[in-house]
């Protein structure tokens, strides 16, 4: 027997070269092109922002709302999308706010409202009094009416005739002297009550209002 040809004890086999058709090095990329794959459209998804409609400045009840006074933000809504109107000047045309909007907020779909109008309109009430700093445009408030009766020193009991009244503006009346002495307040009233608000004021009613948080908050 020829020693010269026995492989030296102790010394393993060299392995091959893996290749190209090798099942398991094939299935190794596939999972990792696999994962990288999914963790990129993970990351998409989260990621994704959708541009939509934000104020430059407060939009007030009847103004039209055109692309000129509004600015586009990319933001993230997920579920509250809907709620809100994407950048596409189409949904603009024909449209006038039917509610106020603030500077900087998002335009709400249901602040659009249509050149036939809305049925609320702005009035003012000239009060007395001075109001909580709460009662701002936006806010919602009671309006109590309390009507003169025959004699003119006397008045009925308050009744309640506006429930949650939109406020769109407040100017505080000037003393003259440095103070107030009173406050004129613009309401959105709607039609229904329009004339009973208006019959009120020109008999001399006591108006009385008061702030409605849980309206305003809504």
């Known amino acids: 027997m020829d020693k010269a040809r026995d492989p030296v004890p102790g010394v393993a086999k060299r392995v091959g070269k893996p290749s190209w058709k090798d099942p398991r090095l094939l299935l190794g990329i596939l999972i990792v092109l696999a994962s990288c ?52 000047p189409g949904m603009l045309e024909g449209t006038r706010a039917n509610s106020l909007v603030r500077a900087g907020q998002l335009l709400p779909r249901s602040a659009l409202g249509l050149d036939d109008g809305t049925n609320r309109r702005p009035v003012s009430i000239d009060l007395p009094d001075s109001l909580p700093q709460a009662i701002t445009p936006g806010a919602h408030v009671d309006v109590w009416v309390s009507l003169k009766e025959r004699s003119e020193n ?55 209002v008061v702030f409605n948080p849980g309206a305003s908050a809504s």
């Open 154 to 208: 006397t008045y009925a009991p308050p009744s309640l005739l506006l429930p949650s009244a939109e406020v769109s503006s407040r100017a505080e009346r000037a003393t003259g002297f440095g103070g107030t002495s009173g406050t004129l307040l613009e309401l959105l009233v709607e039609d229904t009550k329009l004339a009973d608000l208006l019959e009120a004021m020109a008999n001399d009613a006591r108006i009385i």
């Open 37 to 88: 794959v999914g963790v990129v459209a993970l990351t998409s998804s989260m990621d994704r922002t959708t541009a939509m409609y934000s104020a430059k400045a407060d939009i007030s009840l009847g103004e039209e709302i055109t692309p000129e006074k509004l600015t586009i933000v990319n933001v993230k809504l997920d579920a509250l999308e809907e709620r809100y109107v994407q950048a596409d």
